[in-house]
């Protein structure tokens, strides 16, 4: 079984940045894509990022084009959400999960998840 650990989330102004993290342990860890979730109160999970762990080709929401990006760290089993320009609408709490099969931007196609890092942004 895959263990994920979340990282970075706080309390930033409007107009600030965080950097989030996601450390992945296990028996085996080689999935196709690792992805970062987030879930606002009384919202569904929403897709934020992904990013393909073999190809680093990454995806990201429209909502947070321009602002977030999703790196990897093949060696460290990592997987990193840099986010700037924050937003009050982006207040959440952030996962990361491994990819499973089927859409990426589903989070039924995530096997597993993290304990979730909570973001706050204010006005």
């Known amino acids: 079984q895959v263990q994920l650990v979340e990282s970075g989330g706080g309390l930033v102004q409007a107009g600030g940045s965080l950097r989030l993290s996601c450390a992945a342990s296990?028996?085996?860890?080689?999935?196709?894509?690792m992805g970062w979730f987030r879930q606002a109160p009384g919202k569904e999970r929403e897709f934020a990022a992904a990013?393909?762990?073999?190809?680093?080709?990454?995806y990201v929401a429209d909502a947070v084009k321009g602002r977030f990006t999703i790196s990897r760290d093949n060696a460290r089993n990592m997987v990193s959400l840099q986010m700037n320009s924050l937003k009050p609408e982006d207040t959440a709490v952030y996962f990361c999960?491994?990819?499973?099969?089927?859409?990426?931007?589903?989070?039924?196609?995530?096997?597993?998840w993290g304990q979730g890092t909570q973001v706050t942004v204010s006005s």
């Open positions: 296990g028996r085996a860890f080689s999935p196709s894509f």
């Open positions: 990013i393909g762990w073999g190809s680093g080709r990454t």
């Open positions: 999960g491994v990819h499973s099969g089927g859409s990426i931007y589903n989070s039924n196609s995530y096997a597993a």
